[in-house]
């Protein structure tokens, strides 16, 4: 029976039946101290008043707690301070809130609150903090909240607002805190927010402000922060903007419209650590006497019009070096003019970024850049730095991005940068360098990119180059004086995007071990001196885009192979010695992007490419003419003798075969154009999205020809690797076959509308979506108990996940790794049976080795098994890890990547430490079985002792997700274990190996 509203029974018992209403739409253990077996004063996170004990307090931050938030709690009358922080709480904020006449304090932060901030919060007259930010709001903030005399601070940013920044905000003399950053705020910012006198911060970044910052907000001789990043903010800064803010600490306003000049006075702001004017429109010079702030950490003004004095070299660079506490020192893509003076290599030995460069600045890098000790990224590109790079700069050996491109450095690349084993990004490029390659480059560990074109290198490229088995992105030696063979050894860049040696002086044949890079979108190597025919082992690049091997001395016939080649969009062989018939399909129909010119011994092709006929094709043309004019006769007579009697035979089996098995739509294969899958999904309307994924978006659609409702992932091609992903799916779902993976109806390769490329795979649909959106359901879906999934079913659900599994490692011709196991990749029909979906990144595994390599480490965090961060191998066992992951965010219902896991927790530490005896980890929505509560560990089943097959279950997920390899499970051995399980669930032989399943 519900409890009814009072504020008449002046006694803790109107609070204790409060409280337990309030516990009653609350899912979680934490509150099972909340009974009356004990006082309300002894429960769990309540604090009681001395004096009349009653609830003064409610601490539940951090609980786990999901549900929404009771009404009755407007029965704690005496309540002050609220405190529901880091939950996983839904629905509304009751508006009943506002009858807590005594209430101070209240803290909704991070969860997951829907609907309106209730504007009768007004009511609350002693309320000191409001804070609701990263939730789920709507609407407008209330005008109704200016008028709380006692407000100090108000935060509801990461939330989904609109409308204007209230006015009546300025009436609140007490406000210290203002927080409406990250929402979707327009308007200008209010003037009456500068009637504040106590204010100290204002937070409203990432909105869409536009306007003046008022001026009043300068007189504000309180404000230590002000912050508004990415707005549409317009006008100037005042003069004296260091004089009327003395305490002023940061000042962060980058992407917007701002301009003039930066105030000088703020050399006056003596507690200033952050000055962020990124990207505006700022003009004049950069304040001089910037060394008086001595505890200057970042200093930002990149990407705007400034520039120095005449006849000033940088002078405020070297007032810098005073600014013993700066990390960073951005100020590129500005109209700064002069020497760069050594004195950076005496800035602050605490530095970590510095970036000077798109200016016109000259002169030498100093040699003493070895004192910068801690810097990790150094970015000095496109300006006019001469001489040599200093051998010293292999001395930052925490440096990850090193930039010097496009200058005029020359000199030989010093072999002390290889020391630098932790860069990940090195850009030489577009300078004077001579000079060999240094063999050192190839103690890199992490090096993803490396450009060292247009230099002046020469020598043979060192074989260490190709051991960087972490490059992944791109290798650029182009237009260097590079000699010399193509090594076998490139075949070890498993992992590369892009190869370009184009405009050297390389020899010899084209090494056939390319054909092991099969991560290669662009293979460029136009104006060399190889020879030879182009391999045949380059078949196996399936995902080229990008092939130009123009103006070698190659030979022999263009191989057919390149007309099969899905991805590929631009092939450039001219000016070779190819000879020979020019294919005609694939790419070969596309004049405008092939080229073949300068090949004087090709012919055939399409008639735009103005080739000659083949002469031998002529001949012979000729020489069966006659025959075929003789015997034509004959043949047409026969054919049509042959159809007629195929024809009424076809009907006599057809008829057979129809009666004993109706064909069914269902196993049927339809080849579908883009008008096709624009017509069946409303021109690819949002209404019909149903997910996003790395590479492209999913669509419900409903094919015209038979009604048959499918899912239709077209790829979003401008993404670098949505090719090869195309490639890679269609390769693995069209070599497998099994009752828990998606099934592919087709997949088209197409134009658009637009005469652009289309390609997208035709699947099943699934109604009942993914599994993602079962456990962390969108806000837009509201509480719904059909996302309340039982035991039973988590349990089916990872049984068949398993045996999908079980069937790609043990059960195909080849061995398959999915890579992406997660739950949006995991969907549910009807009958909620599951189906693993999503083989975009999938690798099959060599027979023989039973390993594979991978392009870089890819996946989704928190499902990546770590062994990948260092090494290149995938094996069945990371998708093992994967598996384990899965299994314990079904039964947490928690993320492996949730901010509580950090500072080396993570979901299986936290799940390990806590078992056997802390099972309140678990998803509270298990604790419901068909409505009602699971008591005592004991499900409705049939009496089996529910909490032994959960901790199982648990056992399981943390044998999959060990660290080692070697530890993990065997699917197969995983899927005899579940089984077991749920055989023990469900009530077959309770007394029947009893024993092996307590040990699991």
């Known amino acids: ?128 903090g409001i804070r609701l930010s990263r939730n789920r709001l709507e609407g407008k903030i209330p005008f109704e909240l200016g008028y709380l005399p006692n407000l100090m601070f108000l935060s509801v940013s990461y939330n989904k607002l609109i409308g204007s920044i209230p006015t009546s905000l300025g009436n609140l003399s007490y406000l210290n805190f203002l927080n409406v950053g990250s929402n979707s705020l327009s308007g200008s910012i209010p003037y009456e927010l500068g009637q504040i006198v106590s204010l100290e911060a204002i937070q409203i970044s990432l909105n869409e402000l536009s306007g003046e910052i008022p001026l009043s907000l300068f007189n504000l001789s309180s404000l230590t922060s002000f912050a508004a990043i990415n707005n549409n903010l317009q006008g100037s800064l005042p003069a004296d903007l260091g004089l009327t803010l003395p305490n002023l600490k940061s000042f962060v306003v980058p992407s917007n419209f701002l301009s003039g000049h930066v105030p000088a006075s703020v050399s006056n702001l003596s507690s200033l650590k952050i000055l962020d004017l990124n990207s505006n429109s700022f003009s004049g010079e950069i304040p001089p006497n910037l060394g008086r702030l001595q505890g200057l950490v970042k200093f930002r003004l990149a990407n705007n019009k400034l520039e120095n004095r005449d006849g000033d070299d ?50 030498n890098l ?179 885009v990008r092939l130009d091997l123009s103006s070698n001395n190659l030979s022999g016939e263009i191989p057919k192979y390149l007309g099969d080649f899905t991805f590929l969009s631009y092939l450039n062989l001219s000016f070779n010695n190819l000879e020979g018939k020019v294919p005609e399909v694939g790419i070969f129909k596309n004049e405008g992007a092939v080229s073949v010119i300068g090949n004087d011994k090709l012919c055939g092709g399409i008639k735009e490419l103005e080739l000659p006929a083949c002469v031998g094709q002529q001949r012979r043309d000729k020489h069966h003419l006659k025959q075929v004019l003789i015997i034509s006769g004959a043949i047409i007579c026969l054919l049509l003798i042959s159809i007629l009697a195929l024809y009424y035979y076809w009907r006599r089996v057809s008829n057979r075969k129809s009666r004993r098995h109706p064909s069914s739509s269902e196993d049927k294969f339809f080849a579908l154009s883009y008008r096709d899958l624009f017509k069946a999904t409303n021109g690819f309307s949002c209404d019909n999205l149903i997910g996003e994924g790395s590479y492209g978006s999913v669509y419900k659609g409903v094919l015209e020809n038979n009604e048959r409702v499918v899912a239709v992932k077209v790829l979003n091609l401008q993404k670098r690797g949505a090719s090869q992903s195309f490639m890679a799916e269609c390769e693995a779902l069209r070599s497998i076959r099994h009752r828990n993976l998606v099934k592919i109806i087709t997949a088209c390769s197409s134009i658009d509308s637009k005469g652009n490329d289309f390609k997208a795979l035709v699947f099943t649909y699934l109604p009942n979506g993914s599994l993602e959106k079962w456990l962390h359901p969108e806000s837009s879906e509201g509480p719904s108990q059909m996302r309340n999934l039982s035991f039973k079913e988590r349990l089916n659900i990872a049984i068949d996940v398993a045996l999908a599994l079980d069937y790609l490692h043990h059960h195909c011709e080849i061995p398959i790794v999915h890579r992406d196991l997660k739950p949006s990749n995991v969907l549910l029909d009807n009958d909620m049976n599951a189906y693993v979906g999503d083989f975009g990144i999938a690798r099959f595994l060599h027979e023989a080795t039973g ?114 390899p070697s530890r993990r499970m065997e699917m197969n051995s995983v899927v005899s274990e579940m089984y077991l399980i749920r055989d023990m669930y469900s009530g077959i032989g309770i007394y029947r190996n009893r024993q092996n399943m307590t040990d699991t």
């Open 1 to 128: 029976m519900p409890i009814a509203y009072t504020t008449t029974r002046p006694s803790n018992e109107t609070d204790e039946l409060s409280l337990l209403a309030f516990k009653e739409q609350i899912i979680g253990d934490a509150l099972s101290s909340w009974n009356r077996t004990s006082h309300l004063c002894q429960w769990h996170a309540v604090t009681c008043g001395r004096r009349h004990e009653r609830v003064i307090a409610l601490s539940l931050s951090s609980l786990g707690l999901a549900g929404t938030i009771s009404p009755h709690i407007a029965n704690l009358t005496f309540l002050s301070d609220i405190d529901f922080t880091n939950n996983s709480l839904h629905g509304k904020i009751p508006t009943e809130i506002g009858r807590l006449f005594r209430l101070k304090f209240l803290d909704l932060r991070n969860n997951s609150l829907e609907g309106e901030i209730p504007a009768n919060l007004t009511y609350c007259a002693r309320l000191v």
């Open 314 to 363: 940088l002078s405020f660079l070297r007032e810098l070096t005073n600014c013993t506490r700066l990390e960073r020192l951005i100020v590129w893509r500005n109209h700064l003019v002069g020497l760069l003076p050594n004195s950076i290599s005496n800035l602050s030995s605490n530095l970590r970024k510095l970036s000077l460069g798109d200016n016109r600045i000259h002169g």
């Open 366 to 544: 100093p040699t003493g850049i070895e004192n910068l000790e801690n810097l990790e990224i150094l970015t000095l590109p496109n300006m006019f730095l001469t001489g040599e790079i200093p051998d010293s700069i292999g001395k930052l050996n925490r440096l990850e991005m090193l930039e010097l491109k496009q200058n005029k450095l020359s000199g030989v690349i010093p072999s002390s940068i290889g020391n630098i084993t932790s860069l990940n990004l090195l850009y030489l490029n577009e300078n004077g360098l001579t000079g060999s390659i240094p063999l050192s480059l190839g103690d890199f560990r992490f090096l993803q990119e490396l450009n060292l074109s247009q230099n002046k290198l020469t020598g043979p490229i060192p074989k260490q180059i190709f051991s960087l088995s972490s490059l992944s992105r791109f290798l650029d030696l182009s237009h260097n004086s590079l000699s010399g063979l193509l090594p076998m050894e490139v075949g070890n860049l498993k992992n590369l995007g892009e190869l370009n040696i184009s405009n050297n002086q390389l020899s010899g044949e084209m090494p056939s071990t390319l054909s092991n890079c099969l991560s290669l979108e662009h293979l460029i190597i136009h104006a060399n001196l190889f020879n030879g025919t182009i391999p045949s082992s380059l078949r196996t690049l399936r995902g080229i």
């Open 851 to 964: 390993n594979q390599t991978t392009s870089g480490v890819k996946g989704t965090t928190g499902y990546i098994a770590p062994e990948y961060g260092m090494s290149a191998k995938v094996t069945t066992q990371g998708n093992v890890y994967s598996y384990g992951i899965l299994l314990l965010e079904m039964f947490t219902r928690k993320k492996p990547t949730e901010e509580m896991f950090t500072d080396g927790l993570s979901l299986h530490q936290f799940v390990k430490t806590a078992l056997p005896q802390q099972t309140e980890i678990v998803d509270p929505l298990l604790l419901l079985e068909d409505g009602e509560v699971v008591k005592n560990g004991r499900s409705r089943n049939g009496g089996i002792n529910w909490q032994n097959c959960l901790l199982s279950v648990l056992r399981i997920g943390l044998s999959c997700s060990e660290e080692l």
